[in-house]
């Protein structure tokens, strides 16, 4: 079985070349999105979590992880997303928050947040206002900074 040879830590190495095309900058198992890599008898299945339901990055995702896996030799893969548990801002790690922001993109907080006084990447003020619930994506929401006078965007989490 050509998926013996390698392991679930050579399998997530390779996954880190896939891109949530909505954040650039990070990929999908710093995001989080990727929630486990299981070799079953002839088949090796990689579960995912969207970040918010119905995303539609997911299907970029997928074919991505695909062609990456199959590019490696890999055989029989499966992608299986998986709802439940929901995504959550803990499954991303602090240095991975921080990159997102060295972007210029907000990171994430608490699901219930409000999306007013979410703190500038540039400044760190909070003097900050919501100016549209969907930024360039339906992931991300648009802001002000009333400190710094830029305007940028927030990864919000439903
Ligand atoms: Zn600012």
């Known amino acids: 079985m050509v998926n013996m040879k390698k392991n679930k830590n050579e399998i997530l190495k390779l996954l880190h070349d896939v891109f ?5 900058v990070l990929n999908i198992v ?6 486990d890599v299981i070799f079953e008898e002839d088949e090796l299945l990689i579960k995912i979590t969207p970040t918010y339901m119905g995303c539609p990055a997911m299907n970029a995702i997928e074919n991505d992880i695909l062609d990456i896996l199959f590019s490696n030799g890999l055989e029989n893969v499966k992608v299986k997303t998986v709802y439940s548990p ?3 801002t803990n499954w991303m790690s602090e240095e991975t928050k921080n990159k997102l922001k060295k972007y ?5 907080r608490e699901s219930s947040e ?4 979410i703190e500038c990447p540039f400044c760190n003020s909070d003097e900050t206002i919501l100016t549209s619930e969907f930024g360039s994506t339906a992931c991300k929401s648009l802001h002000y900074c009333d400190h710094c006078h830029q305007p940028f965007e927030h990864f919000k989490c439903i």
Request: hydrophobic share 45%.
């Open 20 to 24: 949530d095309p909505e954040i650039p």
């Open 114 to 117: 409000l999306l007013d006084k």
């Open 104 to 108: 210029g993109i907000a990171p994430p």
């Open 30 to 35: 710093e995001m989080g999105i990727v929630r």
């Open 86 to 88: 929901a995504w959550t």
